[in-house]
């Protein structure tokens, strides 16, 4: 007699994607996470966002500059089209289970698997003995993050996809090791013309809050006369815009604007080298200085009125909480079920 054919767990799809509270938001942040974020929330699949408190600690935060940052970039997701009521958003450190689940998932994961990641490598370089603890095991409570609710979905930039990948790998163990299918394994999500931003002043680099120079990149907080400034300062070569954008690839600046102008525009690269193929940037800087303005003044003027209400930001991060924890309580507690960890009653 056969054994009958096990059906896979079909789990519901959700988006779940955070940034850190670092300071100082600039452009890449928009294009590459809090745009897409705004817009997945028309997808029909429930969202939420985290701003991920307990991962700015692995390197040393100054106190009052961690609130600070925590509540800029809550106000900067809200200004850029998040809406705290259709999406879930929320500081971290509010949802115990993070920090529960991620030491479970320390027991889970492999110090092989922490060893490959290439982002701790950076980051610590050749001083990683000095380096915390929490910065190594970073991707298990990054599993945590996400695993937590459930999600199948996971927007990142490219630098982040590891994370992911790691975090499938922590899923598939934790369920073969237990005989059980509770935890989904999430797809990363990597799509848009400008996931990674480049700086404008030297197109093989990302754009930072920490290059020394505030011309290398525009802040979800510059006014229009800034913002138009470092666009017609930008760095780009002599050339006119090609027709085609195969032609960019051994010009980085160039290639550069022409994906900040599609991601803000909801366009595609190539749509706009053919719109301006042939034009040089005497004629392309002004329009694309025109669609930034357009696009990203308004979030510096809803962010500028929403911090100056500390409290009401107080307000909407918790009441987040509140609902996140909603979803993560029960899955502590069917995980520690599952692992054999006796709870009290409830």
């Given amino acids: 007699m056969t054994e009958p054919v096990q059906t896979p767990r079909v789990f519901p799809q959700r988006v779940f994607s955070g940034i850190q509270p670092s300071g100082n938001l600039q452009l890449g942040n928009y294009l590459g996470a809090l745009k897409r974020f705004a817009a997945a929330q028309d997808n029909g699949i429930e969202t939420i966002y985290c701003i991920v408190d307990m991962h700015a600690i692995t390197v040393w935060q100054d106190p009052a500059d961690l609130t600070r940052a925590t509540r800029e970039l809550a106000a900067g997701f809200i200004a850029s089209g998040v809406d705290p009521?259709?999406?879930?958003?929320?500081?971290?450190?509010?949802?115990?289970?993070?920090?529960?689940?991620?030491?479970?998932?320390?027991?889970?994961?492999?110090?092989?698997?922490?060893?490959?990641?290439?982002?701790?490598?950076?980051?610590?370089?050749?001083?990683?003995?000095?380096?915390?603890?929490?910065?190594?095991?970073?991707?298990?409570?990054?599993?945590?993050?996400?695993?937590?609710?459930?999600?199948?979905h996971v927007p990142v930039g490219e630098d982040q996809k590891q994370h992911v990948e790691l975090t499938r790998d922590i899923a598939a163990k934790f369920n073969h090791d237990y005989g059980t299918e509770f935890f989904p394994v999430p797809e990363p999500v990597i799509e848009g013309a400008a996931t990674r931003v480049m700086s404008l002043r030297d197109g093989s680099k990302k754009m930072s809050k920490s290059d020394p120079s505030d011309m290398s990149r525009i802040n979800l907080t510059d006014d229009a006369d800034t913002i138009a400034s470092k666009i017609r300062k930008a760095r780009t070569d002599a050339e006119p815009l090609p027709e085609t954008l195969e032609a960019l690839k051994d010009r980085p600046e160039a290639r550069n604007l022409v994906n900040i102008y599609a991601a803000l525009a909801d366009t595609t690269a190539e749509a706009v080298v053919a719109e301006f193929a042939?034009?040089?940037?005497?004629?392309?800087?002004?329009?694309?200085?025109?669609?930034?303005v357009a696009q990203l003044t308004p979030?510096?003027?809803?962010?500028?009125?929403?911090?100056?209400?500390?409290?009401?930001?107080?307000?909407?991060?918790?009441?987040?909480?509140?609902?996140?924890?909603?979803?993560?309580?029960?899955?502590?507690?069917?995980t520690y079920d599952i692992v054999g960890m006796i709870r009290s009653a409830r």
């Fill in 299 to 334: 979030i510096s003027g809803e962010m500028r009125r929403l911090t100056s209400d500390p409290a009401e930001i107080d307000r909407i991060l918790a009441r987040g909480a509140e609902r996140a924890n909603a979803i993560a309580a029960p899955v502590i507690d069917r």
């Fill in 278 to 292: 042939g034009q040089g940037f005497g004629a392309f800087k002004p329009a694309l200085a025109d669609l930034a």
């Fill in 85 to 152: 009521e259709r999406s879930i958003l929320f500081n971290q450190s509010q949802v115990p289970g993070h920090a529960q689940l991620a030491w479970i998932f320390d027991c889970v994961a492999r110090l092989g698997w922490m060893n490959r990641m290439t982002q701790f490598k950076d980051k610590a370089g050749k001083n990683a003995e000095a380096v915390s603890l929490g910065l190594f095991a970073y991707p298990a409570l990054m599993a945590a993050d996400i695993l937590l609710y459930h999600a199948t």
